[in-house]
């Protein structure tokens, strides 16, 4: 197994700027408090434009998630603000249904009147965004690209960009290099497990995009595509020299 040895004298990768600094947004998918009533395999348990598709960690199959989701959110909310509930009779009863568990979460008790919303709001735009979806922990850091059909479990992290061709950051991220930095930067669980979590993600310093000549960007998105880390590594050895 890859073990990555301590930095001996500093970072050596800090001359590269951060990641976010680099035009990679990060973030975390929602939280719902209640996922029993909010998550669900029956996409039709209530309105269809209540139905939100999730990418979720426990579906991702051979680095993808399947063609057609098969975990929903029931999604409480439009455009920020949370529905009323008289304009939606099915998804009324369903949560009425569900009203003496749902109003025991903290979240409810501090809003009563909103005792039907998840802990996060929806991010508007975000599920029909292009996106790398990376699991909270994982023996290596394993973005997984979404072309915008799916929103993120809270399990997920997510990173959007409008500079980027996100499969050629994936490419960058499955590399021994990212690996060595996620090593240095999270919490090494016990079985070689590492964290990756948005607070260490953010600490991980990449090329400018616009630095990455074309052949390179292609034999990068290639890599991902194929999940072969040992041609990303050797590309991203010399991008990072």
């Not at 919303?117 to 979404?146: A, H, N, V």
């Not at 997920?156 to 950051?169: A, E, P, Q, R």
């Not at 991220?173 to 090593?183: G, H, K, N, P």
Request: aromatic share 10%; glycine share 4%; charged share 30%.
């Amino acid at each position: 197994a890859y073990t990555a040895a301590p930095f001996a004298r500093g970072n050596p990768y800090e001359e590269y700027p951060l990641i976010t600094e680099a035009g990679v947004h990060i973030g975390i998918g929602i939280a719902t408090g209640r996922d029993k009533v909010f998550v669900t395999t029956d996409k039709d348990a209530v309105e269809p434009e209540r139905m939100v598709p999730l990418a979720y960690a426990r579906d991702i199959n051979n680095h993808q998630f399947p063609r057609h989701a098969k975990h929903w959110l029931v999604n409480p909310w439009q455009n920020g603000r949370l529905v009323d509930l008289s304009d939606y009779p099915r998804l009324e009863r369903y949560f009425l249904a569900n009203e003496e568990s749902l109003k025991k979460r903290p979240v409810a008790q501090k809003k009563p009147a909103d005792w039907y919303r998840t802990i996060d709001k929806l991010k508007p735009g975000l599920c029909e965004s292009k996106k790398l979806l990376i699991r909270d922990m994982s023996d290596k850091t394993e973005p997984i690209y979404d072309d915008g059909k799916l929103y993120p479990h809270h399990n997920l992290y997510w990173m959007t960009s409008d500079t980027w061709d996100l499969k050629v950051l994936g490419g960058i991220l499955i590399s021994d290099t990212v690996y060595d930095m996620m090593l240095q930067n999270s919490v090494d669980m016990r079985g070689g497990v590492i964290r990756n979590q948005a607070q260490y993600l953010r600490k991980l310093r990449v090329p400018c995009y616009e630095s990455i000549a074309e052949s390179d960007r292609e034999a990068l998105r290639v890599s991902f595509e194929k999940n072969d880390r040992e041609m990303a590594s050797r590309i991203c050895e010399r991008l990072y020299a």
